[in-house]
């Protein structure tokens, strides 16, 4: 089971990122999809997570209609699409599998067992 995540980078703040997470060695239209971030200093929190059908999203109050996470099964990919960047953004950003996701709580990075190796986003002037 592979993981890896590509697209981050250092941008204006207001600019836009699109993140990737490519997945491998399992059948991802079973599993839900998380991406968490950790900034220097602080906890590992959730940003956003999708289903496994893409029907159910949830999102962290802190990015919540700035991102947008999606996916396609038949590419084995989810994206999250960034957007009006803060400098407060600058985190690493991960991408997960293995936990659930629901409409009524962010992801939690305890229930999520497998992950990337992390890509930088650096929102800076």
């Known amino acids: 089971l592979q993981l890896v995540e590509s697209g981050g980078g250092l941008v204006q703040p207001g600019g836009s990122l699109r993140l990737s997470c490519a997945t491998s060695g399992f059948t991802m239209d079973f599993y839900a999809i998380a991406w968490f971030r950790q900034a220097p200093g602080k906890e590992r929190e959730g940003v956003s997570c999708?289903?496994?059908?893409?029907?159910?999203?949830m999102y962290a109050p802190s990015v919540k209609g700035r991102f947008h996470i999606s996916r396609d099964n038949a590419k084995e990919m989810v994206w999250l699409q960034m957007n009006s960047l803060k400098p407060e953004d600058t985190a690493v950003y991960y991408c997960?599998?293995?936990?659930?996701?629901?409409?009524?709580?962010?992801?939690?990075?305890?229930?999520?067992?497998?992950w990337g190796q992390g890509t930088q986003v650096t929102v800076s002037s």
């Open positions: 999708i289903n496994s059908g893409g029907g159910t999203t």
């Open positions: 997960a599998t293995g936990g659930p996701c629901t409409t009524w709580d962010i992801p939690n990075q305890g229930e999520y067992g497998s």
